[in-house]
C-alpha cells in the first residue's frame, strides 16, 4: 500500500516552455502533498506544500508564480514550471501524507527528471 | 526546532559486514523520525520510523535503527550488508509538519 506516482518520469523541454509533472495517490486520500527539488548529491529541498483545495503553501525563496502548484483533489497533485530555464533543470520529487494506515508519515514518489535546454 | 545531523556522507563497507549510519536530531519536543533509501534516479522508499512506544523500530530489508532520547540519536543498522543495500539514506525528523531531511549518507558495498 501507500502508492505515489509521478509523471512523467523524464522531460526535456526548450527554454521558454512550460511543464507540468502529475503526482497521484493510488491507494489513500492524501491530505497534503509536497513538492521537492534535488540536486546532484544533495539533499531535498522542500518547495511548497499543498492542501485539496486551498493554495500552496511555498517555502522561503521559491517563486510561486515561477512553479504553480494545484491540488485539485484528494490524489492528485501538479507542478507547472513555467517559463522553464535551464537553471531549473533538476530532479522533482513529490510525496504525500494522509494514509491512515500510517498516519505522520510521507510516501514519496519515484521523481521527475527535468532538461531543460 | 529541530534538525537532523548525519554524520559521515559517505560509508563503505564489505558484502556481510555491519552497516551503521549515524543520526542525531535536535528537538525541544518529543520528535517522529525516520530513515528513507533512495537508489539512483528514483524517488525514496521508507525504511522505518520512530513515532512512539518501542525504542527499537525494526523496518524493511533487514534494517533497524534504536531511539535513544538521552544521546538524541536515531541510528540505523543491519547486521550483514547486501550488494543491493547501495544506496543514499537520509535520517528525517517532523518539523512544523514538514520533513527535515539531514544531508544524507551514500553507502557503498565492496565485494
Known amino acids: 500500500g501507500a502508492v505515489v506516482s509521478q509523471h512523467p518520469s523524464r522531460v526535456i523541454c526548450k527554454s521558454g516552455t512550460s511543464v507540468k509533472i502529475e503526482c497521484r495517490s493510488l491507494d489513500f486520500q492524501a491530505t497534503t502533498m509536497f513538492w521537492y527539488r534535488q540536486f546532484p548529491k544533495q539533499s531535498l529541498m522542500l518547495m511548497a506544500t499543498?492542501?485539496?483545495?486551498?493554495?500552496?503553501?511555498?517555502e522561503q525563496g521559491v517563486e510561486k508564480d515561477k512553479f504553480l502548484i494545484n491540488h485539485a483533489s484528494l490524489t492528485l497533485s501538479t507542478l507547472t514550471v513555467t517559463s522553464a530555464h535551464p537553471e531549473d533543470s533538476s530532479f522533482y520529487i513529490c510525496?504525500?501524507?494522509?494514509?491512515?494506515?500510517?498516519?505522520?508519515?510521507?510516501?514519496f514518489g519515484p521523481g521527475t527528471r527535468l532538461t531543460v535546454l | 526546532a529541530q534538525s537532523v545531523t548525519q554524520l559521515g556522507s559517505h560509508v563503505s563497507v564489505s558484502e556481510g559486514a555491519l552497516v551503521l549510519l549515524r543520526c542525531n536530531y535536535s528537538s525541544s519536543v518529543p520528535p517522529y523520525l525516520f530513515w528513507y533509501v533512495q537508489y539512483p534516479n528514483q524517488g525514496l522508499q521508507l525504511l522505518l520510523k520512530y513515532t512512539t512506544g518501542a525504542t527499537l523500530v525494526k523496518g524493511i530489508n533487514g534494517f533497524e535503527a534504536e531511539f535513544k532520547k538521552s544521546e538524541t540519536s536515531f541510528h540505523l543498522t543491519k547486521p550483514s550488508a547486501h550488494m543491493s543495500d547501495a544506496a543514499e539514506y537520509f535520517c528525517?525528523?517532523?518539523?512544523?509538519?514538514?520533513?527535515?531531511f539531514g544531508a544524507g549518507t551514500t553507502v557503498t558495498v565492496r565485494a
Open positions: 528525517a525528523v517532523i518539523l512544523d509538519y514538514k520533513l527535515s
Open positions: 499543498s492542501n485539496e483545495g486551498s493554495k500552496a503553501t511555498y
Open positions: 510525496s504525500a501524507d494522509g494514509d491512515r494506515r500510517a498516519p505522520d508519515t510521507q510516501y
